[in-house]
């Protein structure tokens, strides 16, 4: 499978603090995109960053990317409750078909 | 972005039918996919919707059990045939802008298919 990996898997924290999730993945790419599912229903785009990035922002998200390492990470900073969803990170490969390989998902809890 | 608008958004359905699921996008789009989520697990992409043309299978999904119809730029549908417990998921369309550009992909609210 060319699946993606996160973690981790669950993250549990307290509101106000902050979060990091991270995703590895396996071949070139042409870019990779966040997005955050509440309760199973559809992915809500968060943030794309280019193969040529190396760090992008939007207001309290902050991606990295590293393609040496073939790693990105997605930190969420001053937590809200509202924040409590599953992240997915996805590829998009450079063979430009606009295809997307998910990574397995982090399910974030934010407790009160 | 686009606006996606997929029907149903849930459906029971009994083992051996069919359910066939729509994606309208309210502007043309020259990409769209069709996703599966299994329960608990992430995104696997099913095929790619080629207008005027039959869709892409991904490797493991064929287009016995997984027919789709693209009749125009702004319209796709995915059937699933002769369901089985093992197709309980959620099916999701998105849509991509078909520029080299890095553009994000969007996605649909997804179907929640149970099957009896």
């Known amino acids: 499978s060319q699946q993606g990996e996160e973690d981790p898997q669950a993250l549990s924290i307290q509101e106000g603090e902050n979060a990091t999730m991270n995703c590895s993945y396996k071949?070139?790419?042409?870019?990779l995109q966040w997005y955050r599912q509440n309760s199973g229903r559809g992915l809500v785009h968060l943030i794309l960053?280019?193969?040529?990035?190396r760090e992008k922002h939007s207001g309290r998200l902050r991606v990295t990317l590293d393609t040496s390492k073939k790693s990105s990470s997605l930190l969420i900073t001053a937590s809200r409750a509202a924040d409590t969803a599953s992240y997915f990170c996805?590829?998009?490969?450079?063979?430009?078909?606009?295809?997307?390989?998910f990574g397995t998902g982090t399910r974030l809890t934010i407790i009160p | 972005s686009a606006v996606i608008s997929q029907k149903p958004s849930r459906d029971i359905c009994q083992r051996g039918t069919s359910l066939t699921i729509q994606c309208q996008v309210d502007?043309?789009?020259?990409?769209m996919f069709w996703y599966r989520q299994q329960p608990g697990q992430s995104l696997t992409l099913i095929a790619t919707?080629?207008?005027?043309?039959?869709?892409?299978?991904e490797s493991g999904f064929v287009i016995d059990k997984f027919p789709i119809s693209r009749p125009n730029l702004t319209f796709s549908t995915l059937t699933v045939s002769n369901l089985s417990p093992e197709d309980s998921s959620i099916y999701l369309c998105?849509?991509?802008?078909?520029?080299?550009?890095?553009?994000?992909?969007?996605f649909g609210d997804g179907t929640r298919l149970s099957i009896l």
């Open positions: 998105s849509v991509g802008t078909g520029a080299t550009g890095n553009q994000p992909q969007h």
């Open positions: 071949t070139s790419i042409n870019n």
């Open positions: 960053i280019r193969s040529n990035e």
């Open positions: 996805a590829t998009e490969n450079n063979f430009g078909n606009e295809k997307l390989t």
């Open positions: 502007s043309q789009v020259t990409m």
């Open positions: 919707a080629n207008q005027g043309s039959e869709a892409t299978y």
